[in-house]
């Protein structure tokens, strides 16, 4: 009944940029914090981005000035634009949900930068 689905990944090379969307479904999304993860392979799925509900952001260090998330409560999406990418931020990239006290997972879409 909840779905996230993401899209927008894809092959990049390192300076470059990426946008990912997160559609969301069977939620309030208005009232909704919204996040990203990531996990590389071999590794724990990691904190990316968090976004509230009136668009308080909090990012991880490791993409602090490079990624920005941003919402459309119009569209029911959440946005991770990704810049000046680098090798270490190939992924599987997760969108979250936080609704009502809950946390929901999309099925990830991969980014890989190629140095």
């Known amino acids: 009944q909840v779905q996230l689905v993401e899209s927008g990944g894809g092959l990049v090379q390192a300076g470059g940029s990426l946008r990912l969307s997160c559609a969301a479904s069977?939620?309030?999304?208005?009232?909704?914090?919204m996040g990203w993860y990531r996990q590389a392979p071999g590794k724990e799925r990691e904190f990316v981005a968090r976004?509230?509900?009136?668009?308080?952001?909090n990012y991880a260090d490791s993409v602090k000035g490079r990624f920005t998330i941003s919402r459309d409560n119009t569209k029911n999406t959440v946005y991770l634009q990704m810049n000046s990418l680098k090798p270490e931020d190939t992924a599987v990239y997760y969108c979250?949900?936080?609704?009502?006290?809950?946390?929901?997972w999309g099925q990830g879409t991969q980014v890989t930068v190629s140095s």
């Open positions: 069977g939620i309030i999304f208005s009232d909704s914090p």
């Open positions: 979250r949900s936080y609704y009502n006290g809950r946390g929901y």
């Open positions: 976004i509230a509900v009136l668009s308080t952001t």
